[in-house]
C-alpha cells in the first residue's frame, strides 16, 4: 500500500529504524572491541580514520539504499544486474559477498564468545570459573598499579612486578574455564528461539535498548575522564591523532597498520551493514510505500519523500555510532594504551572492563558487564538476523535460475535458528575472538571497493531526472567510492608484502 512520507517531525522520527538496526551490529564488534583495540594499540594516532571510516561511507550506503527504495530489488538483486562474469547464474560479487558471510560466522563466534566472558566475570559456573577470575582479576589490577596510575601505584614495585608476570598465580588458573563456553552455548540458543519467533518490531525496540543505554554509560566515563589529570584527553592528544600519520612502529608485537585495515572495515558501516542496510529499509516499507515507478506526479512525490527520510535515517544513525566509536577509541587510548596493556582472548572483556576502572573505580567491572553484554549481544542478535535475511536472498536468487521452488519465509525463520548455533560451533572450535573478529574486518575492507563499484554504477544507470541528487552528494560519492578503493588496495598491498617478507626471510 502506497503513501506519501511524512514531513512533521514527530511523525518522521516514528519512520526511522533501519540506521538504527544497523547500528546496534556496529557497535559490537566495531565499537567496543576493533575500535578499543585499536586504540590500545596505536594510542590517539588513528583518530582521524575513526571520522573517516565512519563518515565517508554514508554516501555509498545512500546510493545502494537508494536503489533498493526506487526499484523494490534487494542489494544482491542489484548487484546481480552489474556488468562482470557470473558463475551458476549468480555475479561473481556474490559469490565473493557469500565468503565473506561465511567467514564473518567467526565474527559471530568472536561476539557470543565475548559475552561468555561478560557474563562469567560475575557469575562463575565451575571452581576452575572462580580461580581464574581471581587470577585474571589480579593480573590486569597489578598491571595498573605497576604504572602507578591507580590506587595502590605505592606498594612495593617488585612486589607488583611478580604478579604481573604471573609469577605467583599457578598455571592452570590461566587457562579461560569451561563456564565462558557453557555461557555461549546458552546465549546462542536463546538468540535463535527469540530470531526465530520475532520479526522486525522485536529487534528494532530490542536493539534501540541494548545500544542506547551502554553508550549512554560510556559517554559518562568518557566525560568523568576529563576529570582526572592523569586520563584526561589533551590538546597534545588531538594534535596527534588529527595528523593523518599511522602510529610509528609495531608495539608489543602489534602491526598498527594490520589493526587499521580491519578497523576501517568494521568501523562505521562495514561491507556488511551496507549491504544489510537495505534489507532492514524493504522490512520498514521504504520501497512499498513509494510503489512501482509510474511517470506520475504523485509517484515522484512519494519517491522523493521516501528518499528523505532514508537519508535522515541514514545519517541519524551515523551521528550515534561515530560517537560511539570516537568514545571507545579514545578509552582504549587514554586507558588502555597509555598503562600499555593489550587485552588477550582469554581476558579481553576483563581487560577492556578495565577502561572503566579510573572512574568507576571497584564497580566497573558490573557496570561493564551490564554495557558489554548489551553492545555484544546487540551485535550477535542484529548479525545473525542479517544473515538470515542474505543467506535466504542468496538461496533465491540462485533457484532463480534453476526453476526450484521453496519457502522463503520458512528458510528465513530456519536460517534465524540456526546461525546462532553455527556461530556458536564456530567459537567452541577456535575459542580466539580477537582473531576471528579482526579477520572478519580485513575480508570486509577487500569487499568495500567492490560496493562502492556498485553504488557508482546505480547512480550512472539508474537516474531519474524528476529525482536528482546534489552535488555535494555526487562529490560525497565519488569520495567515498575512492576511498574505499584505496583501503582495499592498502588491505591486498599490506598482506603482498607480508608474503614477500616470509618467503625472502
Not at 330 to 343: E, K, S, Y
Not at 497 to 504: A, G, H, K, P, Y
Request: aromatic content about 12%.
Amino acid at each position: 500500500m502506497t503513501r506519501d512520507a511524512p514531513t512533521n517531525f514527530i511523525e518522521i522520527l516514528k519512520e526511522l529504524g533501519p540506521g538504527l538496526i544497523i547500528a546496534g551490529s556496529i557497535v559490537g564488534s566495531g565499537e567496543l572491541i576493533a575500535t578499543t583495540l585499536m586504540g590500545a594499540a596505536c594510542g590517539f594516532w588513528l583518530m582521524w580514520l575513526i571520522i573517516i571510516g565512519c563518515v565517508i561511507k554514508v554516501f555509498t550506503q545512500l546510493e545502494i539504499g537508494r536503489y533498493t527504495v526506487l526499484t523494490g530489488r534487494t542489494t544482491l538483486e542489484g548487484l546481480s544486474t552489474l556488468p562482470g562474469f557470473k558463475l551458476g547464474g549468480m555475479h561473481w560479487i556474490i559469490w565473493f559477498w557469500l565468503a565473506v558471510l561465511i567467514i564473518g560466522l567467526g565474527q559471530s563466534g568472536g561476539m557470543v564468545g565475548a559475552i561468555g566472558q561478560a557474563v562469567g566475570m560475575t557469575q562463575s559456573i565451575t571452581e576452575k570459573g572462580e580461580a581464574f577470575n581471581e587470577a585474571a582479576d589480579a593480573r590486569v589490577k597489578a598491571k595498573f598499579e605497576y604504572l602507578g596510575m591507580l590506587e595502590g601505584a605505592g606498594a612495593d614495585e617488585s612486589g607488583i612486578q611478580d604478579t604481573h608476570t604471573n609469577s605467583d598465580i599457578p598455571e592452570a588458573a590461566l587457562k579461560e574455564p569451561i563456564d565462558v563456553k557453557i555461557y555461549a552455548v546458552i546465549v546462542s540458543l536463546i538468540t535463535a528461539f527469540l530470531l526465530y519467533r520475532g520479526g522486525y518490531g522485536l529487534i528494532e525496540k530490542t536493539v534501540m535498548f541494548l545500544v542506547g543505554s551502554f553508550t549512554l554509560l560510556t559517554l559518562y566515563n568518557v566525560l568523568m575522564l576529563q576529570m582526572n589529570s592523569e586520563w584526561a584527553l589533551s590538546f597534545a592528544d588531538l594534535k596527534q591523532g588529527f595528523m593523518f600519520r599511522l602510529p610509528p612502529g609495531d608495539r608489543n608485537g602489534i602491526d598498527p597498520m594490520l589493526v587499521a585495515l580491519a578497523a576501517f572495515g568494521m568501523i562505521g558501516m562495514s561491507a556488511g551493514e551496507l549491504i544489510f542496510y537495505p534489507y532492514w529499509c524493504l522490512e520498514k516499507g521504504y520501497a512499498k510505500y513509494t510503489g512501482p515507478r509510474e511517470e506520475t506526479a504523485a509517484w515522484y512525490r512519494r519517491a522523493n519523500g521516501w528518499l528523505r527520510i532514508m537519508k535522515y535515517d541514514a545519517w541519524a544513525s551515523m551521528v550515534v555510532y561515530t560517537l560511539s566509536t570516537l568514545m571507545f577509541y579514545i578509552l582504549g587510548a587514554a586507558v588502555l594504551n597509555r598503562v600499555d596493556i593489550q587485552p588477550g582472548n582469554a581476558d579481553l572483556i576483563r581487560t577492556l572492563a578495565a577502561m572503566f576502572e579510573p572512574v568507576f573505580g571497584s564497580s566497573s567491572k558490573y557496570l561493564f558487564l551490564f554495557g558489554a553484554v548489551a553492545v555484544l549481544y546487540s551485535t550477535f542478535f542484529v548479525g545473525n538476523a542479517n544473515g538470515a535475511l542474505a543467506y535466504t536472498d542468496i538461496f533465491r536468487i540462485f533457484q532463480r535460475e534453476r526453476n526450484w521452488t521453496f519457502n522463503t519465509n520458512r528458510l528465513r525463520k530456519n536460517l534465524s535458528f540456526l546461525l546462532p548455533v553455527m556461530s556458536c560451533a564456530v567459537y567452541l572450535g577456535y575459542s580466539s575472538p580477537i582473531a576471528m573478529i579482526l579477520l572478519s574486518g580485513f575480508v570486509n575492507t577487500l569487499m568495500l571497493p567492490l560496493l562502492a563499484f556498485a553504488a557508482l554504477y546505480y547512480r550512472s544507470k539508474h537516474k531519474i531526472a524528476a529525482i536528482r541528487s546534489s552535488r555535494i552528494s555526487d562529490l560525497g560519492l565519488w569520495v567515498s567510492a575512492l576511498v574505499l578503493l584505496a583501503f582495499g588496495l592498502w588491505a591486498v598491498w599490506g598482506r603482498v608484502q607480508d608474503i614477500i617478507s616470509r618467503l625472502s626471510g
